[in-house]
């Protein structure tokens, strides 16, 4: 018996050790990244939790910028864990009552839920193996006055058919826009303030795998497989599906295939929005119309192509092509 309690004293004094070393290096590592950010990072307070059962930080009053001072966000509370038997599946949980200040603009963030997880291959180049960010039940509310939120929000990646390739997927649904967004449509044709569903799906080719080494191969789009792009609003509907390869100058060359449902309606809004001039939208609703007329005309089928860094809407080139990198 003495043995025994011996033996368990032990195993507990090894833990406790293999447990102070472990959050001592996370967060030594935590006021490293703080410290090189040259104030892009702020934390009031960083400290170690999670004993026994996890290795974990706890930070008090996050705050991130960007570089240019024009973006600030607010945390009152970030929690990092990694399950003491599975340390390759971390998790974070943050706490709602966040502020982001965008050119400004004050806006809080208050939701149920905010968390990310995580799992990496028990290997020794970690490979991640899968990654989910979700956000329920958000709603920001700015300084002055507009308010928007949404049921869900939900990112995923997974892994794809080879080391180098990852399938993502986001979705928002029912997201409620502010009155102030409505309108500046100027009474134009609306389905109501409620955005059924925002939705993507694609498998991303990368130039490296997404693993430790990420630091020095620093992996870059090379080929975007788009699966699902699509809005639905009331009986309006966008869906886009196609495949693209990425230059070397980052951007797109391919064919996308786009699809409006109630493209009328759409066209109406983007006069009332200022995106299509009044004196041209005779034309461009007259163009449109001929091109539906395969489709049965309520619905509108698009080819949007990409190439010579530029981005044509059927023949119709309408501007230089997005960079993807």
Not at 173 to 196: I, S
Request: hydrophobic residues 50%.
């Amino acid at each position: 018996m003495g043995r025994l309690i011996w033996g368990l004293l032990a195993i507990a004094l090894l833990w406790d050790g293999i447990w102070l070393m472990a959050t001592g290096a996370l967060r030594s590592g935590a006021a490293t990244a703080i410290s090189a950010s040259a104030g892009q990072i702020e934390a009031a307070d960083v400290r170690r939790t999670g004993f026994p059962l996890s290795f974990g930080l706890r930070a008090q009053d996050l705050t991130l910028k960007t570089a240019d001072g024009l973006a600030e966000w607010t945390l009152p509370k970030v929690v990092f864990k990694a399950p003491g038997l599975m340390p390759h599946q971390p998790s974070l949980r943050a706490t709602t009552g966040q502020t982001l200040r965008i050119a400004g603009e004050t806006v809080m963030l208050d939701f149920d839920e905010m968390r990310a997880d995580a799992a990496f291959a028990p290997s020794g180049d970690l490979t991640l193996e899968t990654a989910g960010f979700f956000l329920t039940a958000p709603k920001a509310t700015a300084a002055s006055g507009w308010l928007a939120s949404a049921e869900a929000v939900e990112a995923n990646l997974r892994p794809g058919t080879s080391p180098e390739t990852v399938d993502i997927s986001a979705e928002v649904r029912a997201l409620t826009l502010p009155a102030a967004a409505l309108a500046a449509l100027n009474g134009a044709v609306t389905p109501g303030t409620l955005v059924d569903r925002i939705g993507l799906k694609a498998q991303l080719t990368l130039s490296a795998p997404l693993d430790r080494h990420i630091g020095q191969t620093k992996p870059q789009i090379t080929a975007v497989d788009l699966g699902e792009l699509a809005l639905r609003w009331g009986e309006m509907a966008l869906a886009a599906q196609g495949q693209v390869t990425i230059t070397a100058a980052g951007q797109p060359e391919g064919r996308l295939m786009l699809r409006a449902t109630r493209w009328r309606e759409m066209l109406d809004m983007a006069v009332a929005a200022g995106l299509v001039k009044a004196e041209t939208a005779p034309t461009v609703a007259a163009m449109l119309t001929e091109m539906a007329q395969a489709s049965g005309g309520e619905s509108l089928d698009l080819p949007i192509d990409f190439r010579a860094g530029l981005m044509f809407v059927g023949p119709v080139p309408v501007g230089p092509a997005p960079y993807l990198q």
